[in-house]
């Protein structure tokens, strides 16, 4: 039996997905899918994700009031960061029973969708999109206003219309965004009305 037992090992080891051993890079792409949760959720998670440069990734729902977050998995196997985003979505209770699957693509085959938010904020320039972002969340993104930003004029351009929001009011931050969205948060105002 011992001397069959190591070929069996070896032949497991060839059955089992290289891409399960997989090291996921910086600055490069991978999939995720998503099981063990209601069909309509899978929308929300499975997909082509970009592994930024400093080795995160944002995955949606695990940030505040169900936005956004970035959780770094660079360096590790694709199984380990399955069972981390596992872990972190059953410990914020967004699912009981996740279990993720993970596998490295070819940075060139993935198109991340975006939206741009300029003016007064303190990190301008293309942020990465994901499904529900609201108006807030993007600017939230960009490190929210400086100190000179308005966000009672912040104006959403989509396509060739455009239209301004203060997010101060709960329902102009709550605005869902598109991809190739852009965001515009203009300076105050020196002159202060009545």
Do not use: C, H, W
Not at 71 to 81: E, F, Q, R
Not at 82 to 108: M, V
């Amino acid at each position: 039996m011992k001397k069959y037992l190591l070929p069996l090992i070896l032949i497991a080891l060839t059955i089992t997905s290289p891409s399960a051993f997989a090291q996921i890079v910086a600055g490069r792409g991978i999939e995720i899918r998503i099981q063990g949760v209601p069909v309509e959720e899978k929308g929300r998670i499975d997909g082509a994700y970009s592994v930024s440069n400093t080795g995160t990734v944002r995955m949606p729902l695990i940030g505040p009031n169900g936005s956004s977050a970035e959780v770094s998995i660079a360096g590790m196997s694709t199984n380990a960061a399955a069972a981390k985003l596992e872990g972190i979505y059953k410990t914020n209770g967004i699912y009981t029973s996740p279990t993720f699957q993970i596998s490295a693509t070819s940075a060139d085959a993935i198109r991340q969708d975006q939206v741009t938010i300029s003016g007064f904020v303190r990190g301008a320039g293309p942020k990465f999109y994901t499904p529900g972002m609201t108006l807030y969340q993007a600017v939230a993104a960009a490190g929210g206003p400086n100190e000179f930003g308005d966000m009672k004029k912040v104006l959403l351009m989509r396509g060739k219309s455009s239209r301004v929001y203060n997010l101060n009011n709960l329902q102009d931050r709550n605005v869902i965004l598109q991809p190739d969205d852009t965001i515009e948060v203009p300076e105050k105002s020196i002159i202060p009305f009545r």
